[in-house]
């Protein structure tokens, strides 16, 4: 489930792309694959502190590099 809510998020960042949730994959990474800048990397952070109600430290940030990166870091934050 959040797998799938993530990849809807990073679709809709994307969306102006043409990018849908099934174009995203676990292994892609969302600056070289994906095409994130600085600012759709915050956008990113956002939605997902917004939509899970968690905090991303932004110490952690720094490692999230592909879309299992931010699954996996959400889940962990989820599990505390």
Same mark, same amino acid.
């Given at each position: 489930? @959040?797998?799938?809510?993530?990849?809807?998020?990073? &679709?809709? @960042? +994307? /969306?102006? #792309?043409?990018?849908? !949730?099934? %174009?995203? !994959?676990? %292994?892609? !990474?969302?600056? /070289?694959? +994906?095409?994130?800048?600085?600012?759709? +990397?915050? $956008? +990113? &952070?956002?939605? $997902?502190? !917004?939509?899970?109600?968690?905090?991303?430290?932004?110490?952690?940030?720094? %490692?999230? %590099?592909? $879309?299992?990166?931010?699954?996996?870091? $959400?889940? /962990? #934050?989820?599990?505390?």
């Amino acid at each position: 489930m @959040i797998e799938k809510e993530i990849k809807e998020i990073i &679709a809709l @960042i +994307l /969306e102006d #792309e043409g990018i849908t !949730s099934k %174009n995203v !994959s676990e %292994n892609q !990474s969302l600056i /070289e694959d +994906l095409g994130f800048d600085s600012v759709r +990397l915050m $956008v +990113l &952070a956002t939605e $997902v502190e !917004s939509k899970f109600d968690i905090v991303m430290d932004e110490g952690k940030l720094e %490692n999230i %590099n592909t $879309v299992s990166d931010v699954i996996r870091h $959400v889940t /962990e #934050e989820l599990s505390k």
